[in-house]
Nanobody, 124 residues
Framework: QVQLVESGGGLVQAGGSLRLSCAAS????????MGWFRQGPGKDREFVAA????????YYADSVKGRFTVSRDNAKNSAYLQLSNLKPEDTAAYYC?????????????????WGQGTQVTVSS
């Protein structure tokens, strides 16, 4: 079992920044690739970003490329998502997720463990 706890969400004006954190416990963190997903009101949960076990490979949705940065610190059992130049359409609950293996990291059904989410609200 892996337990994931997100933090860092909040209310921010358009153009602002936030840093989301995902703290993991329970198993060896470096055994898992990490993903970030979001779910806006009335929408399906969608892929945002992912990072490989070592951090050597990162992946982004086209809608956030150049604005968001995913990272991890295996020594701290944590993953991060830096959100910059935020837009109102980025408003959503953001979830981190963990999975073994590294194929198709953009596909949410490949992830086994999920956090409870942290809300990001961007005002115009």
């Amino acid at each position: 079992q892996v337990q994931l706890v997100e933090s860092g969400g909040g209310l921010v004006q358009a153009g602002g920044s936030l840093r989301l954190s995902c703290a993991a416990s329970g198993r060896t963190f470096s055994d898992y690739a990490m993903g970030w997903f979001r779910q806006g009101p009335g929408k399906d949960r969608e892929f945002v970003a992912a990072i490989s076990r070592t951090g050597g490979s990162t992946y982004y949705a086209d809608s956030v490329k150049g604005r968001f940065t995913v990272s991890r610190d295996n020594a701290k059992n944590s993953a991060y998502l830096q959100l910059s130049n935020l837009k109102p359409e980025d408003t959503a609950a953001y979830y981190c997720a963990a999975r073994g293996g590294e194929s198709t990291l953009t596909y949410r059904h490949n992830y086994v463990y999920w956090g409870q989410g942290t809300q990001v609200t961007v005002s115009s």
